[in-house]
């Protein structure tokens, strides 16, 4: 079964950095371009940008530029998004997803569980 | 691309048929345009993708269509289980690739 499995919830100081997990299931990485979106508390979703997961170049959404990476750890078949210097407000849903090509031009047919991160002094 | 989409809620009553409109500020293809069901607590769900194909396991009472820069989601007949917030989404070439504000569909 194709998956996307995210990693659990974060409780983080302003400042400090996390990084979100989201591992592939039942497919390999490589073959699928994965995206991250962002939901930040009641509010829609945004875009953040994509990771080529064949040659792991990442295209970063303004907004999302500087303090935020995106990263494949493909032995282990995981996507990763790390934000550093974080902010109260970046507290919001991380959601990776996936689109049926290699490319992120797509529409998303499969999509993570989601990642809570609530920065808070 | 911004993607307006309306009304911002929609109040139905099951059984009755609803329209979410999804309005584009420049034309777009119709295989770049998609929409999504989120549920409260979940993540989002492909419902359509190339305007007007729907993903796998979406019964066939909700419909998308239009072109250019108008596109329309349609629930023939709404169900319990449909009432949700609804995303329409511009994945093409062009970066970012947007989604709209999102139609939220309550019970009446």
């Known amino acids: 079964q194709v998956q996307l499995v995210q990693s659990g919830s974060e409780l983080k100081k302003p400042g400090a950095s996390v990084m979100v997990a989201c591992k592939a299931s039942g497919y390999t990485l490589t073959r699928h371009a994965i995206i991250w979106v962002r939901q930040a508390p009641g509010q829609g979703l945004e875009w953040m940008g994509w990771i080529n997961t064949n040659t792991g170049n990442p295209t970063y959404a303004q907004g999302f530029r500087g303090r935020f990476v995106f990263s494949l750890d493909t032995s282990v078949n995981t996507a990763y998004l790390l934000i550093s210097s974080l902010k109260a407000e970046d507290s919001a849903v991380y959601y990776c997803?996936?689109?049926?090509?290699?490319?992120?031009?797509?529409?998303?047919?499969?999509w993570g569980q989601g990642t809570m991160v609530t920065v808070s002094s | 691309i911004v993607l307006t989409q309306s009304p911002g809620t929609l109040s139905s009553s099951p059984g009755e048929r609803a329209t979410l409109s999804c309005r584009a500020s420049?034309?777009?293809?119709?295989?770049?345009l998609a929409w999504y069901q989120q549920k409260f607590g979940q993540a989002p769900r492909l419902l359509m993708h190339g305007a007007s194909s729907r993903a796998t396991g979406i019964p066939d009472r909700f419909a998308g269509s239009g072109s250019g820069t108008d596109f329309t989601l349609t629930i023939s007949r709404v169900e319990p289980e449909d009432f949700a917030v609804y995303y329409c989404?511009?994945?093409?070439?062009?970066?970012?690739?947007?989604f709209g504000q999102g139609t939220k569909l309550e019970i009446k």
């Open positions: 997803a996936r689109t049926p090509s290699g490319s992120y031009s797509d529409a998303f047919h499969v």
């Open positions: 420049q034309s777009v293809s119709s295989s770049d």
């Open positions: 989404q511009y994945h093409g070439n062009s970066y970012p690739n947007t």
